[in-house]
C-alpha cells in the first residue's frame, strides 16, 4: 500500500486543530475521540506522523496514564 503524502500534508494540520479543540474542552472522551480519527486516518494513510507522540501523550493526561490505552488499540 502506497503512503499518500498529500492527504497527510492536507489533513495533518487539520488533524491536530481537532486535537488541540479537543484538549481545550477538557473532556476526555472528546481528546479519545479525536485520537482514534486520527489513528484511524493515519493507518488508511498508510503513515503516522513524526509527532504521533503528541497524541498519546494528550490521550495519557486526559485518560490518565493508568488506564493504559494506546493509540494503536484505538
Known sequence: MPIDYARMQKRYPQQKAALTR???SGRPE???DACRA???EWNEIGAWPDQWSNWQRA???AMGW???IQLEDL
Open 38 to 40: 486520527a489513528v484511524k
Open 22 to 24: 479537543a484538549v481545550k
Open 59 to 61: 490521550l495519557d493526561d
Open 66 to 68: 493508568r488506564a493504559g
Open 30 to 32: 472528546k481528546v479519545r
